[in-house]
């Protein structure tokens, strides 16, 4: 009998594929006593499970490439630090030793011991991360009882399939995605979550918050996901079979039609030129953003140096990754961000703080680079050289006060002396830019002008600092919505302040790509988007069906409206396809 479930859209698109279940993880616990001679063969075979748990993670983190290095890998990291946390090992050995527990009831009682810990912080980014402790000690939980079942082997290992799970972890999701993943049906979930955010870059439809997924889908139901309408169909008809066929038609002559726009000019219908941009990691990114005519780099992600190998990347490592770049992008513009490591992300790099109390306001981006002056400068350094093979500007993040951007200046300054008395031939110094992703920065904007050459700002961060509202936690989903009128305020004024002072504002978050929002930043006066390469051809086929004139009189009403529900009402004639709420 067909059933069909709703759900909230995450990422579009359509899949019809067989169900495989994930349920909430269910601890298989052996709770009977260990006999003294058993004791240390029990700790070895816990000590093996982790060991191949880490194992596996290293396996997976290494299969990743370009942006999903970075999206994905941080959470592989951050699993893989869990997994050789001294407190959590220590922990275990003691309770099989002295409290003869068995390796799977220790864990247990671990994840529940951890878990009350974090349900008790009163920062909610923090409590979010649960998660990980879940999703780490169940990964160890699989190892030790995988003589029985293989259940993840096996889903790995399918084709053609729609995962329907409560979440799914972004590693996860990378790995099964390249393994015939067709879509995603979750229970909970936000279409913010990183885990959202990528299954948009993979092309993968998802829908979250269908809270009867798990107790209405069996495995092997035959499912539609429609997260064009926002639902999935169990037992679809034949009616429903023809219209997943007609999707996937049109889907196609749509590639077709937006493929022809690669080398168009990004321009509104009534011809205001438009920059796209693109955000990049590595030459895959690079060459994608040529090839679909990109106006430049908007938005290079450094970190990926500092992550992907123990110790800290070598001045010249830096150099030649910068180099490769620059010569990649033809003589188009490149921003490169300086690191942005903190606290709240894996650091194989160990410069950044451990156990900050509240690392997503802790000592992250510009301020930890400053802390590491040495680090710094080499990266800075790494940065003029590369200067030399094309245009590259230089972007801060996590700016709060001019006082910090005049430091940059300083050392770079410094940098650009040690290398010119070394023999380098320096061009002009780079331009240097802010990241307005802290509150402070967007609302004294005006103090940043004479320190800051150029504007970038970063919606992710901004909107959740301005909001006070993790995007990963699912209880706040609504609360996390970037069309909520304060953060559109800040947004505005960054925008109009920077254009009367003549510094450039690029928009670099996940608003950018988004062509629902297209309207919206067209509105408030953005020019400049910088956005993942894969989301280009969209938003310049969509910039190509609006007037900007039209639009920017209608940012009064929006920045008058009281509600994220006002915001969409009035944007709703411009995405008549595709509605905003």
């Known amino acids: 009998m067909r059933i069909v479930l709703s759900g909230t859209a995450a990422s579009r698109g359509m899949a019809l594929g067989r169900a495989r279940l994930v349920k909430p993880s269910k ?151 390249g393994h015939g993943l067709l879509g995603i049906v979750a229970a909970g979930g936000s279409v913010y979550s990183h885990s959202a955010i990528l299954a948009r870059s993979l092309n993968l439809p998802m829908l979250v918050a269908t809270s009867d997924a798990l107790g209405t889908i069996s495995d092997e139901d035959l499912v ?52 796209l941009f693109a955000n990049a990691e590595q030459s895959p990114d690079v060459a994608q953003a040529r090839a679909l005519g990109a106006s430049g780099i908007g938005l290079y992600r450094t970190e990926f140096l500092f992550l992907r190998s123990k110790g800290l990347p070598s001045e010249d490592e830096q150099f030649h990754a910068y180099r490769d770049l620059v010569l990649g992008m033809g003589g188009l513009p490149c921003t490169i961000r300086t690191l942005d490591l903190g606290a709240d992300k894996a650091d194989n790099a160990g410069i950044a703080l451990r156990e900050e109390e509240n690392p997503a306001l802790g000592v992250r981006g510009v301020r930890l680079s400053l802390r590491h002056p040495a680090v710094f400068a080499s990266q800075l350094r ?63 904007i005006h103090t940043l002008l004479e320190d800051a050459d150029f504007f970038a700002i970063g919606t992710n961060d901004l909107a959740q600092y301005v909001l006070a509202a993790d995007r990963n936690n699912d209880a706040l989903g609504t609360l996390y919505d970037p069309l909520q009128p304060a953060l559109l305020r800040l947004i505005a004024r960054v925008i109009s302040v920077g254009r009367r002072a003549g510094k450039p504002v690029s928009l670099c ?55 994220s529900q006002e915001v969409a009402a009035l944007l709703d004639s411009f995405n008549p396809d595709l509605k905003l709420q």
């Not at 893989?80 to 409290?99: F, T």
């Not at 160890?140 to 995962?163: C, D, F, H, N, Y």
């Not at 539609?224 to 009616?239: M, S, Y």
Request: one cysteine or more.
């Open 224 to 275: 539609l996901v429609d997260a064009e309408a926002g639902e999935v169909v169990i037992h679809p008809t034949a009616q429903d079979l023809t219209r997943y066929r007609n999707w996937q038609r049109e889907a196609a002559r749509e590639g077709r039609r937006l493929a022809a726009l690669a080398k168009e000019p990004t321009r509104t219908r009534d011809n205001v030129d438009i920059r």
């Open 382 to 444: 790494a940065i003029l050289r590369a200067a030399s093979y094309g245009p590259i500007r230089i972007l801060v993040p996590m700016i709060t006060t001019p006082d910090e951007l005049g430091a940059v200046r300083s050392l770079l300054q410094i940098c650009a002396n040690d290398l010119r008395d070394a023999g380098h031939t320096l061009s002009e110094l780079p331009e240097v830019g802010a990241m307005v992703e802290v509150p402070a920065a967007a609302i004294g």
């Open 27 to 177: 601890l298989n616990v052996d709770n009977r006593p260990l006999e003294d001679d058993e004791v240390e063969a029990e700790i070895e075979r816990l000590h093996d499970a982790i060991e191949t748990a880490r194992a596996e993670l290293v396996e997976l983190r290494e299969k990743l490439h370009g942006a999903l290095a970075r999206d994905v890998g941080e959470f592989i990291d951050a699993h893989s630090l869990l997994l050789e946390d001294p407190e959590l090992v220590h922990g275990l050995d003691d309770m099989i030793r002295k409290g003869h527990y068995r390796a799977s009831a220790a864990l247990k009682m671990q994840a529940d011991r951890l878990g009350k810990v974090f349900e008790a912080m009163d920062d909610p980014y923090l409590r979010s991360r649960r998660e990980d402790i879940d999703q780490v000690i169940g990964r160890v939980m699989s190892v030790l009882s995988r003589q029985t079942s293989q259940e993840e082997r096996k889903l790995a290992a399918r084709v053609g399939e729609i995962l329907i799970a409560d979440t799914i972890a972004p590693g996860d999701m990378a790995h099964l995605a």
């Open 509 to 563: 978050g996940e608003m950018a790509g988004d062509p629902l929002l297209t309207p919206l930043l067209l509105a408030l006066g953005l020019t400049d988007f910088s956005m993942h390469p894969g989301q280009m051809l969209e938003v310049r086929d969509r910039i190509g069906q609006l007037e900007r004139a039209r639009l920017r009189k209608l940012s009064p009403q929006l920045l008058r409206a009281r509600s």
